[in-house]
């Protein structure tokens, strides 16, 4: 499955940006979808996930709260709505779909990689 993610840009800090990812390829819902994000010098790290069914969405703790995932299956896409950004959410964002039913919080699990969109949170 090819991902294209969209949506980044430059936000104050207390501001809202909402990402996409468009998903072409394999049928959408074999696959459980996430967003990861890494900064220069760090490891990529998890963000949010959900299940194929769009019903089961899991958050890192760091962004409980302010970010929201979701998908529509009929236009095979993902969303990432975040809202209340800080400068430490600055990063590169990735989506990517593994072939997990709810999903899971492990890089490694994930086969499929979009290209990634930068998001800048100013202070």
């Known amino acids: 499955v090819q991902l294209q993610a969209s949506g980044g840009g430059l936000v104050q800090a207390g501001g809202s940006l909402r990402l996409s990812c468009a998903a072409s390829?394999?049928?959408?819902?074999?696959?459980?979808m996430a967003w990861f994000r890494q900064t220069p010098g760090k490891e990529r790290e998890f963000v949010a996930t959900?299940?194929?069914?769009?019903?089961?969405?899991y958050y890192a703790d760091i962004v409980k709260g302010r970010f929201t995932i979701s998908r529509d299956n009929d236009k095979k896409m993902v969303f990432l709505q975040m809202n209340g950004l800080k400068p430490d959410d600055t990063a590169v964002y990735y989506c990517?779909?593994?072939?997990?039913?709810?999903?899971?919080?492990?890089?490694?699990?994930?086969?499929?990689w979009g290209q990634g969109t930068q998001v800048t949170v100013s202070s």
């Open positions: 390829g394999r049928p959408f819902t074999n696959y459980a």
């Open positions: 990517a779909a593994g072939a997990y039913y709810t999903g899971s919080s492990v890089e490694e699990g994930y086969d499929y």
């Open positions: 959900i299940s194929r069914d769009g019903r089961s969405p």
